[in-house]
């Protein structure tokens, strides 16, 4: 097993999941802003989904990541790859908690965790599933470069399948 990396960029620390993490993990999807990833969730299931995040990554070599700002300290949310029987393909996904929205970190950091799974771990493709309502994640996806892929198989029916595909060397 390799260890849960750090990645940096200019102005974010992805760092693995602490239990301090917790109580702002909770709170979010305990709140209507859950409902696009199936939310809100009791603290029974919002657990099991903390520790899901953090666990894949013995068993599956890939799961979620802290967004850390340099500069405060501050944790401001999560991006991550899942995988394993809930998911048909490796999922890159992200969060932000609301008072951090709106400056690029979802972005920055989902660029950082794609070059990440792409040069390192040499995974082909990943796709990112998106409830149709969440135009602020689909919006997000296609700046990455993702493509809507509407044979892709999916969790839920009413996801739509962003696919991250390889880049293509020049």
């Known amino acids: 097993m390799q260890p849960i990396p750090t990645l940096t960029t200019s102005r974010l620390t ?37 520790c899901s995040d953090y666990a894949q990554w013995d068993l599956l070599g890939c799961g979620a990541l802290m967004i850390e700002d340099q ?51 040499k995974l082909p493709s990943l796709v990112s599933y998106v409830d149709p309502e969440n135009t602020r994640s689909a919006g997000l996806a296609l700046r990455l470069g993702a493509v809507l892929d509407p044979s892709a198989e999916r969790p839920a029916p009413e996801d739509l399948v962003y696919r991250h595909y390889p880049r293509v060397s020049a």
């Open 14 to 50: 992805l760092r693995p999941m602490r239990f301090d993490d917790w109580p702002a993990y909770r709170q979010l999807m305990a709140s209507e802003r859950a409902q696009f990833m199936g939310g809100p969730f009791s603290d029974a299931a919002a657990w099991g989904m903390f």
């Open 71 to 121: 500069a405060s300290g501050a944790c401001i949310g999560q991006v991550g790859i899942n995988a394993g029987p809930l998911f048909p393909e490796f999922e890159l996904g992200w969060f932000v908690y609301p008072e951090f929205e709106g400056r690029g970190y979802a972005r920055e950091a989902a660029e950082t965790l794609l070059s990440w799974a792409r040069d390192i771990q």
